[in-house]
């Protein structure tokens, strides 16, 4: 039986004796991650302890959860003076990694590694020997690699989010981000093409990510915006999942986290839009950030606010988050479609309906960036209109094909975050199931119903 992938980054922390908060490596916390539909943990973060990930296996053991630590060895392979080490000094590194790596398969819940996090283009040359290295000595474990969103500037294409803030040698730089190449809103699928070709060509990648989080404070005028990135990224990733033969999974808001804001929290209706989109496209699964609520994070008195509910699944103090029962509702629908639908292959998507999410266009169009706010459509690529069937909706909807054995079935999502959706759809004659939240029922190819803000449902001929 297959499963979604249901991820954390941000894993639980142990105590730390300078620092008022308690360890959140409990049974409390670990039975309320399993209860939430979470199967593996990912371990980058600030508390990478030995001590700490060895508890952390222990727990998940119990709890029956993968975890994917984070290693000190790791970060030798994505510093930028990786291409510049002799033989020796890599067979060194190599040897450092296995050795480390050694020391925590003797846990079953060890199911391999979440390597790096947002690394720009000039870390990927020992990204993918570090990838090798780890399939011929770890085969069947899995090895974790997450890329940043198109959402980028020149520094952080060579260097990713890490490397930006220290800089990037000039000379390093194998072509100019220019022309066609120019980080620009209208160039985003040539450079971060550019980008991520710059990767997946070097090594095969079994899983693939990225994360941008649609639901920020982008724009603070128009609170109900959702980014655009995250129906463009997800057909993106859709395409070139079936290039390599990879799984993807994107990464989900879990709550808010801004600074100098209190005026946000996240909403259910926002929840579910990203991952009924994001399953849609037909991906495999979704990473929520935060997980648990990051340490480094209450370091900034701004974001107090999210420390305590706002922000992560589970709170800085160890307690289930404001968003915590969405993910678990939501996490029972995934687990009720998941064999099923990840059987199949998803043909594409279309849009129906008038989108409105409780913003005008003249409210928007002399915001900064405005091109980057969702106003219903969604991109060209990717795009499947089932001529077999007919819609109408009160609000925008997305309606994706799938097929399995040569059967369809169809995934519907209200694009709403704001408002319910009446929708009225004729299928080709026959029966079918609807499954919708908990529930699944029978109906005929005449379908009336009213989404919820974001919810999404799957539909498929009943079995005889």
Known sequence: MKEYIQAIFCAPTGKFDNLPYPSRLTDEVFRALKEAGINRIFGFGYDIRESTQKETLRLCEKYGIKYLPTMQSFGKYIDFGWEKLSEAEKRKADETFIGEVKKYTSYSAFAGVFF???????????????????????????????????????????????????????GKKPFSLAGDLEITFRNR?????????????????????????????????????????LFELNAYFALKKKKYGCKFYNYMQAGQWATGTERKHMTRGEISLQMHVTAAYGHEGFAWFPGCYPIDYTFDEERKYSMEGAGGLIDIYGRKSEVYGYVKELSAFFASIADDILNSECKGACEYGEYDNSFTEDQIKNLPDNECVFRGKLPDFYRYKDENLSVKASNGVMVSAFERNGEARWYAVNLSTVYKNTIEAVFPEGEYEIFRKTEKYDTNENIALTLDAGEGIYIRKKRK
């Open 189 to 229: 699928f040539n450079y971060y093409d550019k980008l991520v070709e710059g990767l997946l060509s070097k090594a095969r990648f079994e899983f693939i990510s990225q994360d941008k989080y649609p639901f920020e404070s982008f724009w603070e005028s128009v609170p109900s915006s959702v980014h655009v990135a």
């Open 116 to 170: 790096g996090d947002e690394a720009g283009y000039l870390s990927f040359g020992g990204v993918a020997h570090a990838k090798k290295v780890f399939d011929e000595n770890f085969p069947g474990k899995e090895f974790h690699f997450n890329f940043f969103s198109y959402s980028i500037n020149d520094a952080i294409f060579w260097g990713g989010m890490a490397g930006s803030v220290r800089g990037v040698p000039e």
